[in-house]
């Protein structure tokens, strides 16, 4: 088998959670495992569960209800649970820390499962003192800070529904998803900080208080400590004053499994953003068996995954790592700040096993050299983990040899906020191309489709989803025709995901971006990371970001918008260089009709490039949404590049 880079050993392969349940299962190899959770997923999941000790009030009778077709599909019916029970209350005794937070400024704090539940007690304390109850909305716009945390849990473990909102976003965006969500109560903070700056969250939150006819409550918590905080009588309260004189105990509510726990908003292109709707038996059984399966989770391990609870993977660290007891750490700053090397003294000084992020903000530590890396002891990590988009070659083998020093192997996941969970994800036990994902999750029965949806191999084609999973969202809030119009009207009974895939002669799976990225040159399709590939190869550049734009005899044509590399002069010589490279990779049929240098490319909080904000910006298009952009800045960069 060609191009393998990492081959699993030791204990990865004897005494990872995975082969625990190949062992259990008589399983004797990766595709077996696969072929055996994709074929029966009743089977599987009701297995995996029971393997991985996930605890009900009332057991299921029946593991999956599809009666009403793959779109509506129910699943552990008659079963009773609750996240907060099985990630907290049967830890307390843990004399283990829950989690560590790391502000901005440099200030620690370790927060122990005893003093994490007492924090969730009270937080749900006083929400039932608001009136609030289960099913009831809750919006978290906060700061990773560890109020986050217990506020979070306190909402589920009571029944009410959380809406976890960026932090970076602004009033709009605020408002028009917790009006969409008709929330009750806000919890935010005075501010925090973001690069040593001050960022005020309460202003934000009260311009987007007038239009969310439902809210009642806003509750403060006094993060950076201003005297001078705006607070409306009757509506407005600082958490020391109601939360933290709440009692410390607090009975966990016996939920319904299809009982909704979770409500995460992603960004559309055109119209208001989609509110994916996840329950609580749906969210757990997926967060478990990744964090179990897919990232070997033990209680004690230290896991960091670079993120914000307003994009899934803040909610699938928090349930996914308390669920084993382990320990998960949340920071509230940048990667590169005061200094490039911070990520990697938060790594050093908390000795984490496991570090998830995005390939864009490796690419941006990439720009710093290596030198700050080498200053810091990472022999703690065990396992990497990725997502967000496509890698390159480049970036994905630095962060594979510099950072996990050829030991760890890069858990390269994909799926996405509908989902809560990944559809496509390698294992501790599986071998690793450079960029694979390696194969579908378990219990997701995936497959790629040609245009005519065909199975095809070796070629790309499009990735879909042939049977339900516990966690993919109960429709878009308020819009279920629009869930069926995005997911299930190209091909029958059958999950549309939108990115392109595909499946080599090894069985390695990888992915090529959003099909709505998708270029077309002269009939030829690619999609854009193959070209940002080729581009970021070139010792010059630092990022790059490719579109297609109408071409009236091509169709399309290919745009490229590339950020140098610290010291490095714009120059044409270099434009026609770079243009060159895409030639050498890819052919003269995808030879880039401009190339334009620009000094930052906008992106989501969790690192993603908006290539679909950049090319309507390119061509003088709508914008569209883009509460998801958080420097909002670069989009008039677009326009001013060279």
Not at 414 to 441: A, D, F, H, N
Request: charged residues 25%; aromatic residues 10%.
């Amino acid at each position: 088998m060609k191009d393998v880079i990492w081959t699993p050993y030791g204990d990865y392969l004897a005494k990872s959670n995975i082969t625990r349940f190949m062992q259990k299962y008589s399983i004797k190899d990766y595709d077996e495992l696969v072929r055996r959770s994709t074929s029966d997923i009743e089977w599987f999941w009701d297995a995996a569960l029971k393997d991985l000790g996930m605890e009900w009030f009332k057991p299921y009778t029946k593991v999956l209800d599809d009666s009403k077709g793959f779109p509506w599909a129910r699943w552990f019916i008659n079963g009773k649970m609750n996240i907060v029970y099985n990630c907290i209350d049967r830890h307390i005794s843990n004399p283990k820390i829950a989690f560590v937070w790391e502000g901005d400024d440099g200030v620690i704090r370790n927060v122990s499962y005893a003093e994490l539940n007492k924090m969730v007690c009270q937080a749900a304390n006083a929400l039932k003192s608001l009136g609030i109850r289960k099913g009831d909305t809750v919006g978290i716009y906060m700061p990773m800070i560890p109020e986050i945390v217990a506020t979070f849990f306190g909402c589920l473990k009571i029944g009410a529904v959380v809406i976890p909102i960026f932090s970076g976003f602004g009033s709009t965006a605020l408002s028009t998803r917790l009006s969409d969500a008709k929330a009750k109560v806000i919890f935010t903070a005075d501010g925090g900080l973001r690069r040593g700056k001050q960022v005020l969250l309460k202003k934000e939150v009260d311009i987007a208080a007038k239009d969310i006819p439902s809210l009642k409550n806003i509750i403060v918590v006094k993060r950076l400590g201003l005297k001078d905080t705006p607070m409306t009588k009757g509506r407005d309260r600082f958490w020391d004053e109601i939360v933290d004189k709440q009692p410390a105990e607090c009975p966990t509510e016996a939920l319904e499994a299809e009982d909704i726990s979770i409500i995460i908003y992603t960004s559309g292109t055109t119209g208001k953003p989609k509110g994916t709707v996840h329950t609580h038996a749906g969210c757990l059984a997926q967060m478990a068996k990744e964090l179990g399966y897919y990232f070997d989770v033990k209680p004690d391990d230290i896991f960091f995954w670079f993120t914000d609870i307003g994009w899934m993977m803040g909610p699938w660290e928090m349930i996914g790592v308390t669920f084993f007891g382990a320990t998960f750490v949340i920071y509230e700053g940048a990667p590169d700040f005061p200094k490039p090397d911070r990520l990697w003294d938060i790594i050093e000084r908390h000795k984490i096993n496991s570090l998830g992020i995005s390939p864009t903000a490796i690419r941006l530590l990439i720009t710093y050299g290596d030198e700050w890396l080498a200053k810091h002891n990472l022999s703690s990590l065990r396992i990497l983990g990725s997502t967000g988009e496509p890698w390159d070659g480049e970036s994905y083998m630095w962060f594979f040899e510099k950072v996990g020093g050829k030991r760890c192997p890069i858990i390269n996941i994909s799926g996405g906020t509908e989902i809560v969970g990944c559809l496509l994800s390698p294992m501790p036990i599986t071998e690793l191309k450079p960029c694979t994902l390696r194969g579908p999750g378990l219990g997701m029965d995936i497959d790629v489709f040609d245009d005519m949806g065909q199975p095809i191999r070796g070629g790309i084609g499009h990735l879909v989803c042939k049977k339900p999973a516990p966690s993919m969202t109960k429709g878009f809030l308020n819009d279920p025709q629009r869930y069926l119009d995005t997911y299930f009207s190209k091909w029958p009974n059958v999950w549309y995901h939108g990115d392109w895939a595909k499946v080599d002669e090894d069985g390695f799976w990888f992915l090529f971006g959003r099909s709505d990225d998708t270029i077309k040159v002269a009939g030829k399709r690619t999609g854009p990371a193959e070209i940002e590939a080729a581009l970021i190869e070139h010792n010059a550049v630092a990022e790059a970001a490719a579109i297609g734009v109408p071409h009236d005899i091509k169709g399309e044509t290919v745009v490229c918008f590339v950020v140098l590399n610290p010291g490095v002069v714009p120059s044409e010589a270099l434009r026609e260089e770079l243009k060159a490279q895409v030639v050498k990779h890819l052919g003269k049929t995808l030879k880039p009709e401009a190339l334009k240098f620009i000094r930052a490319l906008p992106k989501t909080r969790s690192a993603k490039i908006v290539r679909g904000v950049i090319k309507r910006k390119y061509l003088g298009e709508p914008l569209g949404d883009i509460s998801s952009v958080e420097n909002q800045d670069t989009i008039e960069e677009v326009s001013r590049a060279i």
